[in-house]
């Protein structure tokens, strides 16, 4: 190998001649570098080892406090879900009579419970439910009551306007508020009122008859 040396503008050069002595220091260096580099690597390796494994249990020890979290939020849903039991909110029945709902309609003060048949008996204990789908669904709703002037019957019925909200609750406690959008008489054989055709609206129906029953008084709601 020759190696050039720049003195001045004297340009010299040396030859150093790779002897049986040099090829084994040069043979020496190469390996300490050789070995170097691997001790080197292998610290490293050691070094992202470690440092994975701690991520590796952090990552653990989070997903599993999530985990712990998930099944607090479930357990707390569950009890929210057992809390609210059907009935929880009103009477299962009034004098051995079903109780489907509660209606309320705050611009009059009635406050009462419907009973799911309609009959001689039931009529004379709360309003009752004419025909119609489940309360709260899509359909007309019917309820009907006579107009008696009792805390729980249809005798303020009459004093109801256009735009007064009406309220029915299920027996989970659920509520659903409608608007009063129509007031009107019909005669007693009219069926007309109680047509289930509500192109998917939730409805609701208010029956009562007029003073000396010539006349049915029909209030007409829609969900809000």
């Keep these: ?103 309320v309609i705050p611009s009059i003060g009635l406050d009462t419970y419907i009973l799911e048949e309609t009959n001689n008996k039931t009529l004379n204990i709360s309003v009752t439910k004419l025909t119609g789908p489940k309360i709260n669904t899509a359909g007309n709703f019917c309820i009907t009551g006579h107009n008696y002037f009792k805390d729980n019957m249809f005798g303020k019925l009459k004093k109801l306007n256009k735009d007064d909200k009406i309220t029915l609750i299920d027996t989970y406690g659920r509520q659903q508020e409608y608007v009063v959008y129509d007031k009107f008489e019909v005669s007693p054989n009219d069926t007309s009122v109680i047509n289930q055709n509500t192109n998917g609206k939730k409805e609701v129906t208010l029956i009562t008859c007029t003073i000396g029953a010539l006349k049915r008084i029909i209030v007409k709601a829609v969900a809000i």
Excluded at 48 to 72: A, C, M
């Design 1 to 103: 190998m020759c190696i050039l040396f720049r003195s001045g503008d004297i340009l010299k050069s040396k030859i150093i001649v790779f002897n049986k002595k040099n090829r084994m220091k040069l043979f020496i260096l190469v390996a300490i570098i050789f070995i170097g580099s691997i001790v080197y690597i292998i610290h490293e390796t050691k070094d992202d080892y470690q440092n994975y494994t701690e991520y590796v249990k952090k990552t653990n020890i989070t997903q599993t406090e999530n985990i712990k979290d998930i099944d607090e939020i479930k357990n707390e849903i569950g009890k929210n879900i057992i809390e609210v039991e059907e009935y929880s909110c009103m009477p299962r029945e009034i004098k051995q009579n079903k109780v489907i709902g509660e209606l």
